[in-house]
């Protein structure tokens, strides 16, 4: 098992940044690639960014390419992702999920039944 825990949420002006952490504990979370989804009310669940096992690749969605990065803390075994959203806009709004996955394929980046574990999620609220 792995348990994923977010955190960094909360409301923010437009332009302004937030960093979520997504925090892991268990099994090895080093094997997995991890994602964050966001999903705003009434609306599908959506990737925004996912990052390989080792680091060594990333994808962004086409919406926040160029304002947010996702990147892994490997230092000391702390087993943390973190999304950096930047030039934050009022539709970035939504809750913020992480989730783990053993490697996938990229074609399958975007399938949440893919992840195997998920946070609990974090809100975001950027207001205009």
């Known amino acids: 098992q792995v348990q994923l825990v977010e955190s960094g949420g909360g409301l923010v002006q437009a332009e302004g940044s937030l960093r979520l952490s997504c925090a892991a504990s268990g099994r090895t979370f080093s094997n997995y690639a991890v994602a964050w989804f966001r999903q705003a009310p009434g609306m599908e669940r959506d990737l925004v960014a996912v990052?390989?096992?080792?680091?060594?690749?990333?994808?962004?969605a086409d919406p926040i390419r160029g304002r947010f990065t996702i990147s892994r803390d490997r230092d000391n075994a702390k087993n943390t992702v973190y999304l950096q959203m930047n030039s934050l806009k009022p539709e970035d709004t939504a809750v913020y999920y992480c989730?783990?996955?053993?490697?996938?394929?990229?074609?399958?980046?975007?399938?949440?039944?893919?992840?195997?574990?998920w946070g609990q999620g974090t809100p975001v609220t950027v207001s205009s």
């Open positions: 990052i390989t096992s080792s680091g060594g690749a990333r994808h962004y």
């Open positions: 989730a783990a996955a053993p490697d996938l394929s990229p074609v399958f980046y975007s399938d949440a039944d893919r992840y195997s574990y």
